[in-house]
């Protein structure tokens, strides 16, 4: 491909907060350069995912290539990737934005700027990506079409009048995104005749070519049946299949510096071929990688069991199945008293956690038991040794452990003025640094703290919703790992020791923690035959206490003829519920108990 | 063991036992007036069809003896509802009459007819006496009138008292009465009057049950007239009962059983210890060998059966051993006599002492359950747990 043709390519991303209008522009796209015949056509076209389309939401980033007949008469290549709003997936966006040169940042003209706009923005910067701000939705009646402009103008500091107006949805203003994805995005630069570099910015697993590798070719080129090596996993293979995606995956002959496509390369371990990896020509060992960027690190851990422990091996092969798609899913085995064996598994956050979950649980038909979730804890014992722990039981004692870390995280919450106390309040109680306030607008605010990541894991967000009557918008990113003075709480259940029920807390908040800890199973747990005592425990001494007193009566009155048919149904569902919970000693523990810091009506 | 059984068209016939006594259950569907916490059987405004029914029934119990060829005991009879006593007297003397011929009773059978204390006459008293008659059973309820009316009954507390009464006049050897507790508006304070009222009648047999709501329909009636007392509350009339009727002499048998000795029930007893039993009328259990069925509930369907010759058999099930060990559990616990452990270990190869050790361990230490060499049995707490523990005693 000549300079002339690199001239007609645009990789783009479309960035914007959750829900703002991604998957709707992309379609408006699609249908306007038939990409897809009428017939394939159908709404969010890229969520592809079961999940993506019940839900409504975005997972997976994926990429299409379009051609676009541009107003100067010449015909342009697209291609686009649409990616995830939800904070839990935000690496999809750093990744996607690494393959591009630009971006159509879209802002819904009633929400304005929230917080993952501005996080999104900052990648995009960060990377010297060229931004066409766009504001969406404006057909709707809630619109402050002009306002948000204002906001756009000041956040990125252009002129209000280079912001575009689009309705996604009834289709106005689609062709002047495009335009302007012409005229104001840069071409890819790029050699054709230098060595090959290709990006690795995502993957998938396929079953008869192995991982397949999403690649952005920066220089050089590519063609079916080329040798090639992966300077990151130091692994070599060959190029089975080269193609471009329509946004299915159509062969073609080669790819050439400046395209994007995808190159089927039979490696059988999504691990072999790591996003962020560059891609080069088998013996071209003299060439210098790509600067990739990091993986994707999970930040929150539970401990994921089989309700039925033979179900242990479709478990892992589970799980194994999904991390082929999943490079962010992380496991490995463990084994509980009360539990038996199981994963503790890494997540993104607790949309990623939920979303891994329900697909064990529907595409494995698995029924699941899962602990409560926590970050993971960097820990130096006395004698030097180093090592991360993502498990409660796993803390070792206080007094063998010199320092404990724990990951800190950059929060930044859009809100309006008059819920910045209810704000800063919130990020005191999970021990959170005030940090800066920034204008949007006169009554919108954007606010920067640091804080605990442990913090934010559970219900900070459904805490700062209802803080703020829902008008606040987050988002975190990883920032560094501080010391921390946790201890572990432990919960005993009748005198021993239940390990599945562990948690790990700061030290000046443990004893409330554990209460709210036991409070919360007294609740879940059913009463039973005999009493159950409840207790927490820190280090070892009981800091609360609570009972499930004994059950009085369980019989039925009358018990004749008829009713023993009746009766003995009954007795073969209560024995089918018995086995559900898992028993520690005469206790029967739900499940739900395991998680019970996730339930929020507690 | 004996010659298969179909009279009833089961479709596949059955090994039938002729040697032992059989408990026999008549059901009489027919009430003058549908209470609302009802779960039984019954139908209302159908008095135009008691004739046909009974002779129906007549023609069923008949048949099935004569299917039989060698004449089966019977154990005991037991005619219950609905409403037995709506029927005439002499109706139901016929009806007592063709059973004793189908299976003469065993000397010392027990032959039950429940009475609404609505229909308690000297005449019917006197029927019943003379067709064989040796127990009565009759639905009190509570002696408080206005609980009464909230209950949709058609007597008051004198009339159910009145009931008693003229069942000793007529000679019936065994005298029970049936209470609720646990009722809409009913104080613990009532349902101790209930109990001093029952005890000065001084009948031989006392079955107290807590009120149980089945379905929505009975619940929201509950609640509108005030609700119910609920678990531990519950739990507190139980413990009253328990303590008035033990200061009385009455033995507590089974969950919501009480008798003078001598006075159980032996045809429940019978059924409770996992005996066979047969079942005619509409909407009637029995169980043959390994099979149990029901016959058809509605009056009209079993009618029309019998008079088609048809099959009368609504539902029916195959226990296996594992059906019947739960059930022999279930049923067995409930009762003083508690579980035979030398019959689970013989009859079904369960050695459940050594199987359930712990469980058996915590039943004793916290005073629900005794056990001897060969017998676990519920003390009072127990009882009113009977289901939960049952469900820890069964097999994995
Ligand atoms: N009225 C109106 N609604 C729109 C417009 N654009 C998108 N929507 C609606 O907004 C909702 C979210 O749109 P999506 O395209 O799924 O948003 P997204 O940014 O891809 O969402 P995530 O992938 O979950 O971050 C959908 O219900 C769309 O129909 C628009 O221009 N006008
Ligand atoms: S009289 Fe007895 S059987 Fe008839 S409806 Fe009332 S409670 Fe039920
Ligand atoms: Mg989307």
């Known amino acids: 491909m000549s300079a002339a043709d690199l001239k007609r390519i645009r990789n783009f991303c479309i960035i914007a907060h959750v829900d703002h209008g991604k998957s709707t522009l992309a379609d408006r796209l699609i249908e306007m350069t038939s990409a897809v015949s009428d017939r394939e056509m159908r709404e969010q076209l890229l969520d592809t995912l079961d999940l993506e389309r019940e839900h409504g939401i975005t997972i997976k980033a994926t990429a299409i290539r379009m051609d676009y007949a541009a107003d100067d008469g010449e015909d342009y290549q697209f291609n686009l990737i649409d990616t995830p709003g939800h904070v839990d997936f935000s690496y999809e966006v750093s990744r996607a934005l ?77 062709r002047g995104v495009a335009e302007a994805v012409v005229n104001r995005l840069p071409a890819p630069m790029g050699d054709e005749d230098k060595e090959l570099r290709a990006l690795v910015f995502d993957s998938s697993y396929d079953k008869h070519q192995g991982v397949m590798a999403y690649v952005r070719v920066v220089d050089g080129w590519l063609q079916k049946g080329d040798g090639i090596r992966l300077p990151g996993s130091r692994q070599d293979a060959e190029a089975f299949e080269v193609g471009i995606f329509t946004p299915a995956f159509q062969p073609v002959d080669w ?44 930040m929150v851990f539970a401990g994921v069991y089989p309700e039925h422990p033979p179900d242990f091996a479709a478990l892992r092969k589970g799980l194994e199945t999904l991390r082929l798609n999943d490079s962010a899913l992380t496991f490995e085995p463990e084994e509980s008293g009360a539990l038996g064996f199981g994963f503790r598994v890494g997540f993104l956050g607790l949309l990623h956690m939920g979303i891994v979950r329900e697909r064990l649980e529907r595409e494995y038909d698995l ?129 021993e020791p239940v390990d599945a029920l562990s948690v790990i807390a700061d030290r000046e908040s443990g004893t409330l923690r554990v209460r709210e800890i036991v409070q919360r199973l007294r609740k879940v747990i059913p009463r039973q035959l005999f009493p159950v005592a409840l207790q927490g425990a820190i280090g070892g001494r009981v800091v609360a206490r609570e009972n499930v007193p004994a059950m009085r009566k369980d019989v039925l009155a009358k018990c004749y003829g008829g009713d023993v048919t009746r009766k003995r149904k009954l007795l073969e569902k209560q024995k089918a519920g018995k086995k559900r919970m898992k028993r520690v000693g005469q206790v029967e523990i739900p499940q739900e108990a395991f998680s019970s810091l996730l339930d929020r009506s507690g | ?42 139908v209302t405004g159908l008095g135009r069809l008691t004739g046909e029914y009974l002779k129906a029934l007549i023609g069923d119990v008949a048949g099935f003896a004569k299917f039989l060829q060698s004449p089966r005991a019977s154990h005991s009879i037991y005619i219950g509802g609905g409403t037995p006593s709506i029927i005439s007297g002499a109706r139901l003397r016929a009806l007592l009459e063709a059973l004793t ?28 006496a003379d067709g064989g008659t040796n127990r009565v059973s009759i639905g009190v309820q509570t002696f408080d009138d206005t609980r009464l009316a909230e209950l949709d009954r058609l007597h008051d507390g004198d009339r159910a008292a009145e009931a008693v009464h003229l069942a000793r006049a007529a000679g019936l050897a065994s005298v029970s009465i ?85 006075h159980r029930s032996r045809h429940n007893l019978a059924i409770w210890q996992g005996s066979e039993y047969l079942g005619f009328g509409c909407g009637a259990h029995a169980v043959v060998g390994r099979r149990r069925y029901s016959t058809l509930r509605m009056p009209a369907a ?95």
């Not at chain 1, 700027?113 to 010297?128: G, P, Y």
């Not at chain 1, 987050?474 to 005993?492: G, I, K, Q, T």
């Not at chain 2, 004793?364 to 289901?387: E, K, M, N, V, W």
């Open chain 2, 101 to 128: 011929a189908a299976f003469p009773p065993v000397p010392d059978a027990e032959i039950t007819v429940e009475v609404n204390p609505t229909d308690a006459t000297p005449q019917l008293m006197r029927a019943l």
């Open chain 1, 255 to 298: 790819l050439t510096a400046g395209e994007v496509g995808y190159v089927g390369t039979g490696l059988k371990d999504i691990q072999d071929c790591p996003v962020g990896d560059t891609l080069l020509r088998l013996g071209d060992d003299t060439v210098e990688a790509l600067p990739g960027y990091e993986p994707a690190k999970p």
């Open chain 1, 98 to 174: 690494a393959a591009c040169e630009g971006a159509v940042l879209l802002v819904d003209a009633s929400q304005g700027i929230e917080a993952q706009t501005v996080a999104h923005v900052h990648k995009a910067l960060k990377l010297d990506l060229e931004l066409v701000p766009v504001v969406n939705k404006v057909d709707m009646p809630s619109a402050r079409t002009e306002a948000v402009k204002g906001e756009i103008a000041e956040v990125l500091g252009v002129d209000a009048g280079e912001i575009l107006e689009l309705s996604a949805k009834t289709g106005l203003g689609v």
């Open chain 2, 1 to 42: 063991m004996g010659m298969a059984i179909d009279h009833h068209r089961l479709g596949s016939p059955v090994p039938f036992r002729t040697d032992e006594p059989t408990p026999v259950y008549v059901h009489v569907p027919f009430c003058a007036k549908r209470c609302w916490y009802c779960d039984f059987n019954v």
């Open chain 1, 367 to 495: 029924d699941l038991v899962m602990t409560n979730p926590n970050v993971e804890y960097e820990i130096t014992t006395h004698d030097g040794t180093v090592a991360t722990v993502g498990r409660p039981s796993e803390l070792p004692d206080r007094s063998n452990l010199e320092v404990v870390k724990e990951p800190w995280a950059d929060l930044s919450v859009v809100a309006p003025t008059e819920y910045i106390g209810s704000v800063i309040e919130l990020v005191r109680q999970i021990r959170g640094e005030i940090g800066e306030i920034e204008y949007l607008e006169p009554t919108r605010v954007l606010l920067s703290y640091r804080v605990p990541l442990a913090g934010l894991l559970i219900d900070f967000f459904d805490r700062l919703k209802s803080a703020t009557r829902g008008y606040a918008s987050m988002d975190y990113e990883l920032s560094e790992y501080r010391a921390a003075d946790v201890v572990r709480l432990d919960v005993l259940v009748n005198g």
């Open chain 2, 302 to 396: 079993y009618l029309e059966a019998r008079s088609s010759g048809t099959s009368v058999v609504e539902w029916q099930e195959d226990l296996t051993d594992a059906d019947r060990l739960a059930e022999l559990i279930a049923t067995a616990l409930r009762t003083a006599d508690g579980l035979d452990l030398e019959h689970l270990r013989g009859a079904f190869g369960y050695d459940l002492v050594a199987q359930r050790e712990a469980v058996c361990a915590s039943l004793q230490s916290s005073g629900y359950a005794r056990l001897t060499a060969d017998r676990l049995t519920l003390t009072d707490p127990g009882l009113f747990l009977a289901d939960g523990i049952a469900a820890e005693l069964l097999p994995e």
């Open chain 2, 178 to 262: 049936d209470l609720l507790y646990g009722l809409p508006n009913q104080k613990p304070d009532h349902w101790e009057a209930d109990l001093v009222r029952a005890l000065a009648l001084r009948p031989d047999h006392i079955s107290a049950y807590a009120l149980t709501l089945y379905g929505a329909g009975a619940d929201a009636r509950a609640t509108t007239l005030g609700g119910t007392p609920a678990g531990d509350a519950l739990a507190g009339y139980y413990d009253l009962a328990v303590a008035r009727l033990a200061a009385a002499g009455y033995e507590h048998y089974e969950v919501s059983n009480w008798a003078l000795p001598g």
